[in-house]
């Protein structure tokens, strides 16, 4: 009888502000350590808390691009336990009255197809600060920089059923966060971190004991680590077992996991509303304010590609998955280039160099203007992909780099039947072979008179000229 999986992922994000939560202290990444604290995240006496009206306001607005419904009041509520990296002893987090409740994330599922993921809830609370175990031999440090910074939970429920659907939601996720301004969502960061639960149990089946899972440093590897925990309970419970509810570290290099500690319920942090901090209270105006600030998201961004641009769903995704890559193709066709020819061009050479650097090559006017020469028959497509990596460094207009490489496409008949001629001439036998019915030598012929012409030959018109001659 075979095992059902259930996941539930709690996703923490750091929220895009340039202080943290509840003091002015920075959140730049990459500071030297205990570099961006005060007594605030220091959590020395006396100290107190006052909430980042940036931080809320990006919450709301990240609740609303998920549609939850946001609360008008919420509350701060204090997580106590013990930890090396927690100065104050507790962590202010949200417990019972969260900044936003339901909502939902639409995906694909690689074994059921589209799916609809429930969010349990996002609430707002301040992160940890981090345990550094590889700077000095016989002693962990502690790094108090991130001590503070503003994070959003996100929250599913038990819905998930393989790690295959988990990778999909945390993509989607990622990417409407992004849209929205959220978040840089970098895993490398420590901006997005996953933590996982999983259980198992007979199809219909109460559910089973949960363990989490921590530590995982990808979406590839959050997926890794559900199949090894997946096969681990499954070990224990058929061969009589009990899972116990810990929590576990994922090790990426063995892809294996291991324990770290029991794994506590809610009762055992005492939560409690924190009395140094106001009970949030949310007008009807902010909520419709951060509503505004949402962007097209990237499902209303596929549709409008896909039925405003006729093109196909693949591209439509493709082009839309990153919002700064959808605003450059919609650039580029607005510069005058055609919606088909612009996806191309943009999965085919932009996308590449601007997810190795980050950026784009060229300004989409200028790539629009490549497109325009191609399109007209003035260079070949090979030779346009020279232009826009000759360009992208010289700054040239299209033409002008053309010109120089002596990329432009020869249209005088004299000298294509020349070219023609004269590879007829070299390759007898394969003009023979054409000649009885193997056309697929057409294309030879046509690249040895592209070959003689250095690319300045128009192939269509070379091709038209062999077929004629071999008549």
Known sequence: MSWETVIGLEVHVQLATVSKLFCGC?????????????????????????PNEGALRLATRAAL?????????????????????LPKGYQISQFDRPLATGGSVRCESPERGPISVPIARLHVEEDAGKSL??????????????????LAEIVTGPDLRSAGEARAYLTTLKQILVYAGISECSMEQGSLRVDANISLRRPGAPLGTKTEVKNMNSFANVARAIDAERE??????????????????FNAATGTVRPMRSKEDSHDYRYFPDPDLPEVVLSAEWIAEARAAIPELPDAKRERFAAGYGLSAYDARVLAADRRIGDYFEAVVHAGAAPKP???????????????????????????????????GEVSHSAGKTILEAISASGETPAVAAARLGLMQVRDDGALEAWVDQVLAASPKEVERCRSGETK????????????????????????????KLE
């Open 26 to 50: 920075p959140t730049t990444f990459g500071s030297p350590p205990n570099h961006n604290v005060c007594p605030v995240c220091l959590g020395l006496p006396g100290a107190l808390p006052v």
């Open 65 to 85: 691009a998920l549609d939850c419904t946001v609360h008008r009041r919420s509350v701060f509520s204090r997580k106590n336990y013990f930890y090396p990296d």
């Open 133 to 150: 175990h590889d700077r000095f031999a016989n002693a962990t440090a502690i790094d108090l920089n991130r001590a503070g910074l503003p």
């Open 232 to 249: 681990r309970q499954q070990a224990l419970l058929e061969a009589g077992q009990a899972v116990e509810q810990v929590t576990l570290l």
């Open 342 to 376: 612009s996806a191309n061009w943009v999965m085919g050479e932009i996308l590449g160099h601007y997810n190795a650097a980050g950026t784009v090559p060229v300004p989409a006017a200028t790539l629009a203007a490549v497109i325009a020469i191609v399109e007209r």
């Open 441 to 468: 030598l057409l294309g030879f012929l046509v690249g040895q008179v592209m070959k003689l012409s250095r690319g300045q030959a128009d192939p269509k018109a070379i091709g038209s000229l062999i077929e004629r």
